[in-house]
């Protein structure tokens, strides 16, 4: 279908006087509206529930936690401040939640900024608790905003997801 379109597209723009901007927007746009699709849940899975957004803790200063009835998950990302387009290392501590499989999804508030989802490995020594790696996308927007949301699969494959606000402002 995709390809159907960009080749419509090609033809509409090739007498453009700028054919090969309008062409590369064109294309832009297809994949954006082909991702664009996308949301927290991830392929083929469950139904999702939704915890609140935690936006009264500071991920650039220390570990934020959120707690439903007798249910937490605690994020840490370090190194602090958090940067964009650096290796970033990330550790997920859950309490009173079973997960068979724990991601970290990472989505831009005020800007599109692409598909950004990992899976964190589970720490055998450790019951509950999960690290991996990701990295905040480069953005040319001032002041950026960020969900960054632990999805937890659950054995009887409920999805839950709760996020976490960040805000990177322009570092110079």
Not at 46 to 51: C, D, E, G, V
Not at 56 to 82: G, N
Not at 155 to 167: D, K, S
Request: aromatic letters at 6%; glycine letters at 6%; hydrophobic letters at 40%.
């Amino acid at each position: 279908m995709h390809t159907t379109i960009f080749n419509k597209l090609k033809t509409l723009f090739s007498q453009h006087p700028l054919k090969g901007t309008s062409l590369f927007v064109a294309a832009s746009l297809i994949g954006f509206i082909s991702l664009s699709s996308c949301d927290l849940q991830p392929s083929g899975s469950h139904p999702l529930t939704n915890w609140p957004l935690v936006q009264d803790c500071s991920l650039h200063h220390q570990a934020c936690e959120s707690q439903q009835a007798q249910q937490s998950v605690r994020l840490e990302i370090l190194p602090r401040p958090i940067k964009v387009a650096r290796m970033l290392d990330v550790s997920v501590q859950l309490q009173g939640i079973q997960a068979q499989k724990v991601e970290l999804d990472i989505a831009g508030e005020n800007m599109y900024m692409g598909y950004n989802r990992v899976q964190l490995s589970a720490d055998p020594n450790q019951p509950g608790h999960y690290r991996g790696q990701s990295m905040l996308a480069f953005c040319t927007l001032d002041d950026m905003k960020w969900h960054i949301s632990v999805l937890m699969t659950q054995p009887n494959g409920q999805v839950l997801a709760v996020p976490f606000a960040l805000n990177t402002p322009q570092q110079r």
